[in-house]
């Protein structure tokens, strides 16, 4: 039992100090060498459980994403009015890019950078996404409370309507909507697509 509780122990040391570095530094500026030190580890360490960098990081976005938020979610909105449930995602999505806006921010300056096994890594998570949303989708149009459409782009579009606003407020210095007018934005933004999906 303990040899587990230490491998868990120094796994979630060693993605904590890799979101930590990755985010100030980016995945190109952060090394290996830098985060097994903040974890407290030797580098040969951090390569039993991670056997290369890509996978590291891979690791690191898709357990800090909205990703497992949304996975979390699901099971309960599935039985919530369709509005409630867009409101609860939306929130819960935001939330997320704000908790991560350094990490956002520095991947998406060094992307066009980025080695061609990252960028697969990044599609693959955004993909998995935008097909996780879309399995919602999918289930309320089986209920027949939407009409039919294409339950993926569905995805991107709400997604994407979101990832705009926060885009605007956080690196565009618009800084026009805060606080409690987030509350408004969300519910202008979920009234817009729920008039556009409803059957």
Known sequence: MRGTEKTVSTRDKILESSLRLFSRKGYLGATTREIAYEAGIAEVTLFRYFPSKEKLFEEVITTSSFLPAL??????????????????????????????????????????????????????????????LASYFTTMQKKSV??????????????????????????????????????????????????????
Do not use: C, W
């Open 146 to 199: 939407l009409r039919r459409m294409d339950a993926e782009a569905a995805a991107r579009a709400f997604l994407g309507m979101f990832f705009s606003y926060f885009t605007a407020e956080e690196f565009l210095m618009r800084k026009k909507y805060r606080s409690d007018n987030t509350e408004f934005i969300i519910q202008e933004f979920v009234k817009i697509f729920e008039k556009g999906t409803l059957k």
């Open 71 to 132: 996975k979390g979610i699901l099971p309960e909105i599935m039985d919530m009015p369709y509005k409630d449930a867009l409101i609860v995602i939306a929130k819960k999505f935001l939330e997320t890019l704000a908790k991560r806006k350094d990490l956002i921010k520095i991947m998406h300056s060094e992307i066009p950078r980025y080695p061609e096994k990252i960028h697969t890594i990044y599609h693959a998570f955004i993909d998995e996404m935008f097909k996780t």
